[in-house]
């Protein structure tokens, strides 16, 4: 058996990530180069790039490749594909069809929304978000891309770096993606030219020292013939790095990045439900155990909470301390870490809603209206210096008011062009003045909760996605002062 025969797996994340806890400690860990990671773990992956860059067909190949392809699925793919006549009398398959499920995007040939994909091979389990290259599409690969592991963004061999994949590798830096990987497709159409990829790898050099993003790792790929996507290929001895599957298996997630950092994140709890099971709302629980019960659920966003710390509820500022957590089924918990669901039991009765945030004490900036940020523009409705806009938080959503356009991102230089209006996919930085207090941390220093989303008042649709970042005339003091 090859080690890279593969079982498909269907349905939901949690499956995969059940069946990577399954398999985790029976197999030996995966190395290349630099990078070792325990075998079994899950790992969530997207991939960019411009329209016609082989997206589809390159998660098509890793799929097939990988034997993570159910019989009836190729069977049928393949069939389509002789009555497409793609590959003639050879009778290749189109693996992009293996992603392209909407009838629009098979008719087109072009990819329009987010699928994902779940499979795994021999050392590890996959989340597989293919986003659609046309610039229409960027907020779908904003969406594949704020979750993922790492992300593949394809470069043509034939056409090198574009402004779209400028614009992608902006976007990734911004999300602070942990992980970036260059796959320079059709190398075959440039008959394997270590020159042409050479002269792409100086290019993305360049362009990730400009934005301040770290050194991508670059590999010559086909999509369509398979080369360097599974197994090295033979046609380019002049690589010698790892295929992109190998990479893939090898990378640190984020959780097992962030397990490994010496840095302990301070607790972030955002609260998504109060609870209070009393009389009616509750029907078949003992009114007399429940009757003083007090607990507020939600997902640990960041580090974790142990009986009888110390927290403060933000925006308010009250202090108090964590007297019960409750775990799945009612168990009681000593202690727990994000990314866990959880109910809190606090020791005073404080008048706490949803959306309010439970931090540890002594590790939170003070709540502030103003928001300074970065945006990724994703509405084809300008956004102008005035407009009124709704801000969501984590379980919090505001009104906002934009007070200042401060620039927007020049794709040529990366400098910040003065300007009065952000476009659709424009990332620009931006001033909002928040209709009530919230606790803002930069992006750059908290991840979960340093992201919000813009939304509009009248339709609900979302306008942006925004990262905050430093307040001017920040300092150490002011940043923990409650």
């Given at each position: 058996?090859?080690r890279l025969?593969?079982t ?9 990530a ?6 985790a400690g029976?197999?030996d860990p995966?190395t290349v180069?630099?990078f070792t ?14 329209v016609?860059?082989g997206?589809?067909t ?5 799929l097939?490749?990988?034997?993570a392809?159910l ?8 069939r389509?594909?002789?009555e497409?006549g793609?590959g003639?009398?050879d009778?290749g398959?189109d ?7 909407l009838r629009?995007?098979r008719e087109?040939?072009i990819?329009i929304d987010?699928a994902?994909r779940y499979?795994a091979t021999?050392?590890?389990s ?10 229409q599409?960027t ?9 993922a ?13 574009l402004e ?6 902006s ?7 942990p ?5 320079v497709?059709?190398i ?5 030219s ?11 050099s360049h ?8 050194e991508?790792?670059?590999?010559p790929?086909s999509?369509?013939?398979?080369d360097n996507v599974?197994?090295p ?6 690589y ?6 190998e990479?893939l ?7 097992e990045?962030e397990?490994?950092s010496d840095?302990?994140e ?14 009616g709302?509750a029907p ?5 155990e429940?009757?003083d019960y ?5 997902q640990l966003a960041?580090?974790s909470v142990?009986l009888g710390d110390s927290?403060t509820?933000?925006p308010?500022g009250?202090?108090?301390s964590?007297?019960g ?5 009612g168990?009681h ?8 669901s959880?109910?809190l039991?606090l020791?005073d009765?404080?008048d ?5 945030m439970?931090s540890g ?6 709540v502030?209206q103003?928001?300074?940020s970065?945006?990724?523009w ?8 005035g ?6 938080h984590?379980t919090?959503?505001v009104?906002a008011l934009?007070?200042?356009?401060i620039g927007?991102?020049?794709?040529d230089d ?5 300007s009065?209006?952000l ?5 620009g930085?931006v ?6 207090p919230?606790p803002?941390?930069p992006y750059?220093?908290h991840?979960r909760?340093?992201?919000f989303?813009v ?10 996605a925004?990262?905050?970042g430093?307040r ?11």
């Amino acid at each position: 058996m090859s080690r890279l025969e593969t079982t498909t797996i269907a349905a939901t994340e949690e499956a995969a990530a059940g069946s990577a806890t399954d398999v985790a400690g029976s197999l030996d860990p995966v190395t290349v180069g630099e990078f070792t990671t325990p075998s079994g773990t899950l790992f969530r992956f997207a991939t960019a790039g411009s329209v016609d860059d082989g997206k589809s067909t390159l998660v098509g190949r890793l799929l097939h490749d990988s034997k993570a392809i159910l019989a009836d699925t190729l069977a049928a793919v393949t069939r389509t594909s002789a009555e497409r006549g793609f590959g003639g009398s050879d009778g290749g398959v189109d693996l992009a069809l293996l992603t392209d499920g909407l009838r629009a995007e098979r008719e087109q040939g072009i990819t329009i929304d987010v699928a994902y994909r779940y499979f795994a091979t021999a050392a590890r389990s996959f989340i597989l978000a293919d986003c659609p290259g046309h610039v229409q599409y960027t907020k779908n690969t904003v969406t594949g891309a704020s979750t993922a592991d790492a992300v593949v963004v394809l470069i043509d061999a034939r056409k090198g770096v574009l402004e779209q994949t400028r614009r992608h590798l902006s976007v990734l830096h911004l999300l602070r993606v942990p992980h970036v990987i260059i796959a320079v497709n059709k190398i075959d159409l440039v008959d394997f030219s270590e020159s042409v990829f050479d002269g792409i790898v100086a290019e993305v050099s360049h362009v990730a020292r400009s934005i301040g993003l770290a050194e991508p790792l670059v590999v010559p790929v086909s999509a369509l013939a398979g080369d360097n996507v599974v197994e090295p290929s033979a046609r380019t001895p002049w690589y010698h790095g790892s295929a992109l599957l190998e990479i893939l298996e090898s990378l640190p997630s984020i959780d097992e990045l962030e397990a490994a950092s010496d840095t302990v994140e301070p607790l972030r709890f955002p609260v998504q439900l109060v609870l209070r099971p009393q009389g009616g709302l509750a029907p078949g629980l003992r009114a007399e155990e429940f009757r003083d019960y007090r607990g507020y659920a939600g997902q640990l966003a960041a580090g974790s909470v142990n009986l009888g710390d110390s927290v403060t509820v933000l925006p308010s500022g009250k202090t108090t301390s964590v007297v019960g957590i409750d775990g799945p089924g009612g168990s009681h918990l000593a202690s727990a870490a994000a990314p866990q669901s959880v109910v809190l039991r606090l020791s005073d009765e404080l008048d706490i809603a949803r959306g309010e945030m439970i931090s540890g004490s002594g590790t939170t900036r003070e709540v502030s209206q103003d928001l300074y940020s970065s945006l990724c523009w994703l509405s084809a409705k300008p956004l102008r210096e005035g407009a009124k806009v709704l801000v969501k938080h984590g379980t919090r959503t505001v009104q906002a008011l934009v007070r200042a356009i401060i620039g927007k991102l020049d794709l040529d230089d990366f400098s910040l062009l003065p300007s009065s209006s952000l476009a659709l996919n424009d990332i620009g930085t931006v001033q909002l003045r928040l209709a009530a207090p919230l606790p803002l941390e930069p992006y750059a220093e908290h991840r979960r909760t340093g992201a919000f989303l813009v939304i509009d008042p009248l339709d609900g649709n979302t306008l942006a996605a925004g990262m905050i970042g430093e307040r001017p005339g920040d300092s150490e003091e002011e940043r923990y002062s409650i």
